[in-house]
């Protein structure tokens, strides 16, 4: 399989320009694509993206994907398992992470205050 990322070294991030909502999402809800291609598609490569929650923002139905994805939340506060409404769910603050295995069922999500998370998606190599 092919790297899909290039070598970058530190350097200060633009944290006001580049970020777009990603399809399905809802509004107020933006990445921001760090490194790499992610191909769902072909069920090719790996990304790493910022995800930010504007206050108050929510999901509404559960996630699911044919990828592997960490998540360490960077700031902020995030809430898991809420409803469709944005009621309920655990809250979790900074330094938290994840790892979720592709078809592992998670979310929807929330965050009263915002939040910013940093995000590894990638496919097995075949």
């Avoid at 994907?65 to 939340?73: I, P, Q």
Wanted: aromatic share 12%; glycine share 12%.
């Amino acid at each position: 399989m092919a790297v899909t990322k290039k070598h970058d070294e530190f350097h200060a991030l633009d944290m006001d320009t580049g970020w777009s909502v990603p399809p399905g999402y809802p509004e107020g809800l933006e990445h921001k694509i760090l490194s790499g291609e992610l191909d769902e598609a072909n069920h090719k490569g790996s990304r790493s993206r910022l995800l930010r929650f504007q206050p108050g923002v929510y999901t509404t139905e559960p996630f699911v994907h044919e990828y592997w994805e960490e998540v360490f939340l960077v700031s902020g506060d995030l809430t898991v398992g809420n409803d469709e409404k944005g009621d309920g769910g655990e809250n979790y603050k900074p330094f938290t992470y994840a790892c979720r295995p592709p078809g592992a069922v998670h979310g929807p999500f929330k965050s009263e205050g915002g939040c910013i998370l940093y995000e590894i998606h990638y496919f097995d190599p075949a």
